[in-house]
Nanobody, 121 residues
């Protein structure tokens, strides 16, 4: 069973940066694709970024492209999301998730508990 724990959220101002981290338990971390999702109040959960097990392939939602960077450290079983130039519309609860069937699998199968990011104008 994989357990995911996010950290790094908080309250920031427009234009600030935050770095979210997700620590994963389990032996097969490097074989999983990982993703960051977010859910704003009253909206559906959406994928923000995704990274393959070997970190060679990455995906970004159009809304964050050029501002957010996903990375992973397979030796430490962590995945991170560097968020720059934050906007009020980035306010949401951010979740990390595993894709144990690989990068092209669209169904995440383990979720963290989420971390709140609030961008104040």
């Amino acid at each position: 069973q994989v357990q995911l724990v996010e950290s790094g959220g908080g309250l920031v101002q427009v234009g600030d940066s935050l770095r979210l981290s997700c620590a994963a338990s389990g032996r097969s971390f490097s074989s999983y694709a990982m993703g960051w999702f977010r859910q704003a109040p009253g909206k559906e959960r959406e994928v923000v970024a995704k990274i393959s097990g070997g970190a060679r392939v990455k995906y970004y939602a159009d809304s964050v492209k050029g501002r957010f960077t996903i990375s992973r450290d397979n030796a430490e079983n962590t995945v991170s999301l560097q968020m720059n130039s934050l906007k009020p519309e980035d306010t949401a609860v951010y979740y990390c998730a595993t894709f144990s069937q690989g990068y092209y699998d669209n169904t995440p199968d383990h979720w963290g508990q989420g971390t709140q990011v609030t961008v104040s104008s």
